[in-house]
C-alpha cells in the first residue's frame, strides 16, 4: 500500500502535473485581478486525451443564477501567487458566449463556434 501524502501532488515543490481533483472549485480571475468565477469540472476528449474545456460558473449572486461556460483550456494561464487561474476572457464576452445547448458535447459545429468565438484554435487542430 502506498503512503498517501497530506499534500496534493500538485501542491508539492518540483510537480508540473495537477489532478483534476485540484483543478475542479479553482478560482478563475482576469489579468487585472478581479475575480470571474470558478472551475466546475473539466471536459476531456476520450480519443486524444487532450482538456477540451474548463467549464467555468460566472455570475449570479451567492451562488444562485450562475452559469456555466465551457472555455477552451487554451484560454487559461495557473499564476501560483493567487492559487487560481487567469484568463483573457472579459465578463462581456462570459454574457455573450454560444449558449449552451443540450447536444453541445457532441456538437463540432459548437465547438468550432465557442472556439472561434474565443479566438483560439481548436484542441484537434
Do not use: C
Amino acid at each position: 500500500m502506498q503512503d498517501t501524502p497530506s499534500t496534493p501532488a500538485s501542491d508539492q515543490p518540483g510537480h508540473a502535473m495537477v489532478s483534476s481533483s485540484d483543478v475542479n472549485g479553482t478560482e478563475v480571475y482576469n489579468p487585472a485581478g478581479e475575480h470571474l468565477g470558478r472551475i466546475d469540472h473539466l471536459v476531456i476528449d476520450k480519443v486524444s486525451g487532450q482538456i477540451a474545456y474548463a467549464v467555468m460558473t460566472f455570475g449570479g449572486f451567492l451562488g444562485l443564477g450562475e452559469g456555466m461556460y465551457p472555455l477552451p483550456w487554451k484560454k487559461f494561464r495557473f499564476d501560483k501567487a493567487i492559487g487560481g487561474f487567469v484568463t483573457d476572457v472579459s465578463r462581456e464576452q462570459l454574457t455573450g458566449a454560444p449558449s449552451l445547448t443540450e447536444t453541445w458535447f457532441d456538437d463540432r459545429d459548437y465547438h468550432r463556434r465557442n472556439y472561434d468565438y474565443y479566438g483560439v484554435l481548436p484542441y484537434w487542430m
